[in-house]
């Protein structure tokens, strides 16, 4: 049988290009090679320029790939007839035909629709979230009002955009309640995010948010535990075991998610059967009302008198043996090998 070309995107110009390198290679070591021809493509981390990596594979996870002599500049073309992407040899340009692409890149510049976008101009399938998916799911204001109006309860929260008057914004601080969180609109593994205490905190708190977009949202603090659960594809559903993270402080922030110094994550989720059902509708209701396709995470408050909120949805979850979406998967019975090449059987919707 002939393999599939499938190009593995990972690095880029964002805050979180590291966990995207071992995403990359949790993938890559994980793909049926029987059935597919893997080409790991790494974006430069501050140019943004795309190589066809052809080296060694744990040079990936270690930063070294990009100084490597096997480096070749590739390029999106924007003619659907050429079906894969442009290398140069240096005796004239040539076609690494590509049947699929699969972005592990996390955060802006990968998982907010623009690759998707570029992807979908050169005709090429994406495996996972599409174009407009991808960029509603990123936008935190927007995903909120989606799933309210599929009916899943939201945080309350308010938009704040620069310039904004410090009155204003401590006004609608009272209103929605101490202690709230300040998040950049767009951003990935909670960079930016402060949960604000008093009054004193809350400027400081926006302007953190500015350095990571252009908008900022005060939001509501959900008194619960946060669960998630792990959603792949586009037709039928594939989902995981939800899981439950248990805090000693603070919140879920960038340095927790990597290194759980003070959290633990309980797969399952410590609930009983009725809960964990209800979970996972939700989790599919939200998946199926903005758009996903292919794979996701999505995320939930679960109170203690039974309600569940919507936190947000991760479209390129992280795929190294220990992060939480192949372990959700794992607890519901499906090895790493199983999720990755089901994904790259359930293309995505451009």
Known sequence: MKKKKVAVLFGGCSSEYEVSLQSAYGVICHVDQEKYEVYPIGLHKTTGQWFWYQGNPDEIARDGWCQSAQCTPVYVPTDKRVQGFYYDTGEGKRVLPLDLVLPVLHGKNGEDGTVQGALALAGIPVAGCGVL????CMDKELAHRVAAQAGILVPASVLVRKPYEPLN???DAERL???LFVKPVRAGSS???TMVRTEVDLIPALEQAFLHDTMAIMEERIEGREVGCAVIGTGELLV???DEIELSEGFFDYTEKYTLKTSRIHVPARVDREEMARIKRTAQTVYRA???SGFARVDLFLTGDGRLYFNEVNTIPGFTPHSRFPNM???AGHSFEEIVNRILETEGQP
């Not at 998916?133 to 509603?136: G, K, Q």
């Open 133 to 136: 998916s991808s960029a509603l």
């Open 169 to 171: 914004v401590w006004k």
């Open 177 to 179: 309640k101490y202690p």
């Open 191 to 193: 960079f930016g995010i």
């Open 240 to 242: 995981g075991e939800a």
């Open 290 to 292: 903005l758009g996903c």
């Open 329 to 331: 998967m794992k607890a």
